[in-house]
């Protein structure tokens, strides 16, 4: 199965689509993470706050997918500042691995970009038990002082993102500063229904959700679709066999350009 990915600056490649298991708990979480990683997902997210991670990482075990295929994401919930250290040794232990491939700050701290909780995090990178370290919902001023303060820049900002939120001004303020931008969502701002994404859908034979996340790898954007139903999960992957053309591209564009 092919699996596009995105370089990220601090080394190794981040699959450009990924599964999201946010409100996914107990054998919900545990199921759905089993058939996305049968249907070919090899990219999994969750955070402390989702309260899955054991689930997850018990889905992983039984799936006999060796974990180096397997690029793993969880986030420090704002709350855990100061305890960042235990919080992401509680989180390798209940995902059942000696580490995360990206671990990022769930949300600014207190407002702010919170440097103090980043130094941490680099600690943690440095002492590979994070590949990759990056922030969520933050952003492009509190990334920079994030990188003034430390000389290191956040690989991957995840931010809500879908074509009626896109905003060339963020994506390239991001994309120059070498940050991947990672969207999380991606249907919830969208309107399946609408004219444009119909019809190029229609032009493809395929679901205006999966147009959605072609647009996503045609960006270079990452896309972590959630669902706990088989066949969608499957239908949300199964992007991989069609291209969108740069003049559909750029249509999708100016559903939200601004």
Do not use: C
Request: glycine share 8%.
């Amino acid at each position: 199965m092919t699996h596009a990915t995105v370089k990220l600056s601090s080394g190794g490649e981040m699959p450009l689509l990924g599964f999201g298991t946010w409100q996914l708990r107990g054998r919900k979480a545990y199921d759905s993470v089993r058939q996305a990683l049968h249907v070919g997902y090899r990219h999994i997210d969750t955070a402390t706050m989702y309260r899955n991670e054991a689930e997850i990482g018990r889905a992983l075990k039984d799936s006999g997918i060796p974990r180096s295929d397997v690029f793993l994401t969880t986030k420090l919930w704002p709350s855990d500042a100061g305890q960042e250290r235990p919080a992401i040794e509680a989180s390798l232990a209940a995902l059942g691995t000696d580490h995360v491939d990206l671990w990022l700050i769930h949300w600014p701290i207190r407002g702010g970009a919170g440097v103090p909780v980043w130094k941490q995090l680099v600690a943690v990178q440095e002492d590979r038990l994070a590949r990759a370290i990056g922030v969520s919902n933050f952003g492009t001023k509190q990334i920079d002082e994030l990188t003034d303060a430390t000389g290191v820049t956040p690989a991957v900002n995840q931010i809500e993102w879908s074509p009626r939120l896109y905003d060339t001004r963020r994506a390239d303020e991001l994309r120059s500063r070498g940050v991947v931008l990672e969207g999380y969502s991606p249907f919830k701002a969208s309107r399946l229904d609408d004219p444009v994404l119909v019809e190029i859908a229609r032009r493809h034979g395929v679901t205006t959700a999966q147009v959605i996340l072609r647009w996503h790898i045609e960006h270079q954007f990452v896309a972590i679709p959630r669902s706990s139903n088989p066949e969608r999960i499957a239908a949300n992957f199964d992007v991989f066999g069609f291209a969108l053309e740069p003049e559909e591209v750029a249509r999708i564009d100016e559903l939200g350009i601004r």
